[in-house]
């Protein structure tokens, strides 16, 4: 009678200890709304919510990306940690269930041929932790936080492997450009060699202006080579973005690149929904909180029922067969284990602090990669107006100083150095281009565009 009380006392106690709230509830971290630093009025519509085949309309450029997130070996790798970490999260809730284990024997002994045993048992075995103070709650909880960890790293994979396969498109397209704009200026550079010739033949120019226009047309020459490797490359460089092995990269024209979009990059607070790597930095505290509570519930009882049934059978004198069963109940109190349980919930709630620094530090730096993207756009494009102008400047010098040249009116220092600046001014003008069309797309990954977002997102 006693030991009824006794352990109906225990378990009376440890139900008005389960009913207290033992756990405060998860909180989302607030987001700071001064992480931008733009004189832009603060606007929910944001760029990142745009698909990345409504941004990028080069049929060639869509075809590249839809083959990087099919093939690219990165993507396929964090598509199996993602599998990986779905398993353990549902083995974490099958910790709920009981556990039931099965047995069968069979012994068979004989004597001198004179005493002779048989013996059959087959009994079964269950098990189950009732979770009163949420242990295993909350390493259910961790586990799935680990799960949108890891989802979220996969956005974050997704949406890189969206702005490099963009990036390395134009860089390749604009390297195209740039050879051709070498290729013609090669040509022009070679008339030049032949009318310095021709000038010297009349006592226009000395060989000194021959001599000079020839070093200017083999410096294009040999540029013009470390631009066909530049583009080999960089071709390299994407087929291994999608998965495949060295070849061409089927593509457009760097002149057809349009990016018109409203730079809309919304509010602060969006990044947590957007931004993969914000997401992931938030699921980070969701895990180290759980796992403190995991930590602060070692120091409470563990509950656990215990029940053994099954049926024996044994062939010997005076033995019949017979069931037999058997249920416990037991409650284990950790009371001394040399401060483990203390250490391991200091250590979990300093990981906790620093998840929640990680997190903090992820939204300063997005912000920061918000405001110089968009402020490397503006001056991007007030460079670009004036380069063009400087190009268009720079080709009626070239055409005035041949023209003087001719008439015996000019040098030919003016005429080569004309040619000069042309050519680096088109070649500038051509990066200012890839600039811009970067500034975009590292705006659009910036925000956290690119990822697939489920279908509720999009309504």
Known sequence: MINKRNIIGVLAMTLILASCNIYKPYKTPEVNTDVYRTDQPADTVNMALRPWQELFTDPALRSLIDSALANNFDYRTVMLKVTE??????????????????????????????????????????????????????????????????????????????SSVASGYYTLLSLDKQLQISEQTLVIWEETVNTMKALK????????????????????????????????????????????????????????????????????????????????????????????????????????????????????????????????????QPIFNAGVNRANLRIAKAQQEEALLAFEKSLVTAGIEVSNTLYNYSTTASKLEARKQQVDALLKSSDYTNELLIAGEATYLEVLTAQQSLLSAQLSYINDQLSQLNNVVNLYHALGGGWERPAEDKK
């Open 201 to 332: 033949e009349t006592g226009g120019v000395n060989e000194a202006a021959v001599v000079q226009s020839q070093a200017n047309y083999y410096s294009v020459k040999a540029s013009i080579e470390d631009l066909r490797y530049n583009i080999r490359a960089s071709e390299n460089a994407l087929r291994l973005l999608i998965g495949k092995p060295a070849g061409e990269i089927t593509r457009g024209s760097f002149d057809d690149q349009k990016l018109d979009v409203d730079l809309q990059i919304g509010i602060p607070s969006q990044l947590l929904a957007n931004r993969p790597d914000v997401q992931q930095a938030e699921a980070g505290v969701r895990y180290a909180f759980a796992k403190t509570n995991v930590a602060r519930a070692a120091f409470y009882p563990k509950f656990t029922i215990t029940a053994t049934g099954g049926y024996a059978n044994g062939v010997t004198v005076g033995n019949t067969p017979r069931f037999f069963g058997n249920f416990v109940g037991g409650l284990l």
């Open 85 to 162: 970490a779905n398993a353990a999260f549902s083995q974490s809730r099958a910790s709920f269930f009981p556990t039931l284990n099965l047995s069968a024997q069979e012994n068979i002994s004989t004597i001198q041929d004179m005493h002779h045993t048989e013996d059959y048992n087959l009994s079964a075995n269950a098990s189950w932790e009732i979770d009163i103070f949420g242990r295993l709650r909350s390493a259910k909880r961790a586990a799935k936080a680990a799960l949108y960890q890891s989802i979220a790293y996969k956005r974050a994979v997704e949406t890189q492997m969206v």
